[in-house]
């Protein structure tokens, strides 16, 4: 059972639980495919144009069953993403490559303790620790293996402003971003718009240019203050609300688990690489 309790809940649950944390979505992924390689497998086979509720689903189900599902849930769900990443390679790539999993596992770390912050709370040094111990998991229920987590923040923070610097947004990445925040479906589009501009407001102004997002002093005081009206509201929200979520998600997982369809790719779609293989023919 997940617990709810404000005041007796572990600081991981506190942290992961809120549904704030979704903000932070697109920065992640920007920042994932900021990477030139990550980038490239997701342009290549990810298919956000024309399904982006259903990769967004995915991610979710990854990220809420590995931190709040059963162990046998969290190794199901990650057993079937392990799975489907073998298939992912090509020119200079491999889905399941350490490097690329562990940048993939640090930008969710990242972004939920960013977001959390930003539009929440502030955490203590204690409780960050033990945030990012916990945080390993992405890393290891992708494939990574432990090792090559770093073992304390400090060393996290080195690898963290060590691989920013090395980051390169491609063309593949460019497109990827254009499908991400300018979405074909009319009623998807303020909430990519929404993701864009908080994107932007977080990312380090060199992958913002790169990327093309555009950011001024005037969008720089939007940002703040919708940080701290956010920050403001936010946490007096009733906690069903603000964790309702992350509970509908664990409820799915379990309804798609005694279906046997956690992951089930609707029929008749093909990967994203099959469809810009037929555009470009």
């Known amino acids: 059972m997940v617990p709810s309790s404000p005041s007796d809940a572990p600081v991981l649950d506190r942290v992961f639980r809120e549904a704030a944390l979704l903000a932070g979505a697109g920065y992640a992924i920007l920042l994932q495919i900021a990477h030139p390689a990550v980038g490239q497998g997701v342009h290549d086979y990810s298919d956000f144009a024309h399904r982006p509720l259903s990769r967004l689903h995915g991610t979710l189900t990854f990220v809420y069953g590995v931190m709040f599902g059963s162990p046998d849930e969290a190794e199901r769900i990650s057993a079937i993403v392990r799975a489907m990443h073998t298939k992912v390679t090509g020119p200079g790539y491999r889905a399941l490559d350490p490097e690329l999993l562990r940048w993939v596992a640090a930008t969710l770390y990242q972004s939920a303790e960013t977001a959390y912050e930003r539009f929440v709370g502030n955490l203590t040094d204690a409780e960050k620790d033990e945030v990012y111990a916990r945080s390993a998991v992405f890393a290891t229920a992708l494939g990574c293996p432990e090792e090559y987590w770093p073992a304390s923040r400090a060393e996290f923070a080195r690898y963290w402003e ?120």
């Open 162 to 281: 060590e691989t920013l610097a090395t980051l390169r947004v491609t063309p593949a990445a460019r497109a990827v971003a254009r499908d991400l925040l300018h979405p074909s479906a009319r009623l998807l589009r303020p909430a990519a718009r929404f993701q864009g501009f908080v994107a932007a407001g977080l990312l380090p102004s060199r992958l913002r240019d790169e990327f093309g997002l555009a950011w001024d002093a005037r969008r720089h005081r939007r940002f703040h203050r919708l940080c701290t009206v956010v920050r403001a509201v936010y946490p007096r929200l009733p906690l069903r609300l603000r964790t309702a979520v992350r509970d509908g998600f664990l409820w799915d997982i379990r309804r798609r688990a005694a279906q046997n369809r956690l992951y089930h790719r609707p029929r008749g779609r093909r990967p994203a690489a099959a469809a810009r293989a037929r555009q470009r023919s």
